[in-house]
Structure formats: C-alpha cells, structure tokens
C-alpha cells in the first residue's frame, strides 16, 4: 500500500461490488492498456498505514470492499472511459500527483487539457501583449513620418 502510494502519480479509489470473473479479467485488460493496474486491498491493511501517511483524509473511502486504481501516470480520462462500462466498480476518490480529490474532482481534472496545450496557450497569451505594446510604440513615428511625407 505505501508502494502504490508513493510510486504511483495516480491512486483511484473504489468501491468493488462483486462481478463475473471474467468481468474483472476483461476490465484488468482494458485497463492495462492504458498503463493502469488494479490492486485489490483489505481494509484491515489499508486502514493502518493510511492513518500513518499524509493521505489519512481517504480513510473515509475504506469502508466497504474496496479496490485501488494505480498508474504512474495521471490516465484520469481513460481510467473513467473504463469505469463507465463497469458499474459494479464505482469510483469514490483518488489522489492525483500529491492531491486528494472527490469524485466529482476527479471527473473535473478528467476535462482539464493536457499540461501542453495549456503550456501553448500560457505562451500565446504571453507573447501577445509584448507584440501588441510594439505596435503601438510603432505606430507613432510611423504616423509622424507619413504626415511628413
């Protein structure tokens, strides 16, 4: 459990109602397509070490059987593309790079854009008020040499 914690960028948290075997193989499949593995955890386990670590506020998701989600990376969109076609497997949390979230926070960071494209936008944005002061300072002298000509 600390492992999943501290090796992995996400850890989702869900409640695991029990399903066919060849369900949970195929939803393991679908899953590990996408780098993400299931870990099914007791309590009595998860409760103990949880309640040491800095991610004592999931505590409150540990109540009935639960399963864990883990991916080094943050496969959010993915992860719930899976989980909508499973609905003995629901999600209650996940802790996101450090970051405790609800399942509607979860479902909001799903709809964020990637780090890239806000990267582009964040440099667009920066770039245009440099190139929008040089033309004004421009546009003076330019002015001021075609009323001369």
Same mark, same amino acid.
């Given at each position: 459990v600390e492992e999943a914690f501290r090796d992995n960028r996400m850890v989702a948290v869900c409640q695991y109602n029990s399903m066919p075997d060849e369900d949970v193989v195929l939803m393991r499949q679908y899953l590990r397509k996408h780098n993400i593995e299931v870990k099914f955890v007791l309590n009595e386990i998860v409760r103990p070490v949880l @309640?040491? @670590? /800095?991610? /004592? $506020? &999931?505590?409150?998701?540990? %109540?009935?059987? $639960?399963?864990? &989600? %883990? @991916?080094? *990376?943050?496969?959010?969109? *993915?992860?719930?593309? %899976?989980?909508?076609?499973?609905?003995? %497997? $629901?999600?209650?949390?996940?802790?996101?790079?450090d970051t405790i979230l609800s399942k509607q926070g979860v479902e909001n960071f799903a709809k964020l854009p990637s780090l890239e494209v806000s990267q582009g936008q964040t440099v667009g944005a920066l770039s245009l008020l440099p190139s929008q002061t040089s033309s004004?300072?421009?546009?003076?002298? !330019?002015? &001021?040499? !075609?009323?001369l000509d």
């Open positions: @309640s040491q @670590s /800095k991610y /004592k $506020n &999931l505590l409150p998701l540990f %109540v009935a059987r $639960n399963i864990l &989600l %883990v @991916s080094r *990376e943050t496969k959010v969109k *993915e992860m719930l593309r %899976v989980l909508k076609g499973v609905p003995q %497997v $629901n999600l209650l949390g996940a802790c996101i790079d004004l300072l421009q546009r003076g002298p !330019a002015h &001021l040499t !075609a009323l």
